[in-house]
């Protein structure tokens, strides 16, 4: 599997459908560990969501806890 960057996500996705790909849902399919993500002024939510290779989320779900990060 591989992990899924979730980027200001209010409600999480459903978990038993392939993730989207979208700003809000980034996706990391290639092995990376780390990336530089843009975001505009203000306060953001980031949370990590482990997906399998359909991008559907594990059962049961291996997420991280939601951080948040303040862009000035």
Do not use: C, W, Y
């Amino acid at each position: 599997g591989h992990h899924h960057l979730l980027v200001d996500v209010e409600q999480l996705p459903a978990m038993d459908q392939p993730l989207p790909t979208s700003d809000q849902v980034r996706h990391f399919g290639k092995g990376q560990t780390e990336t530089r993500i843009s975001l505009p002024a203000g306060r953001h939510s980031l949370q990590l969501l482990l997906g399998d290779k359909n991008h559907v989320p594990l059962d049961p779900p291996v997420i991280s806890e939601k951080i948040s990060v303040t862009v000035e």
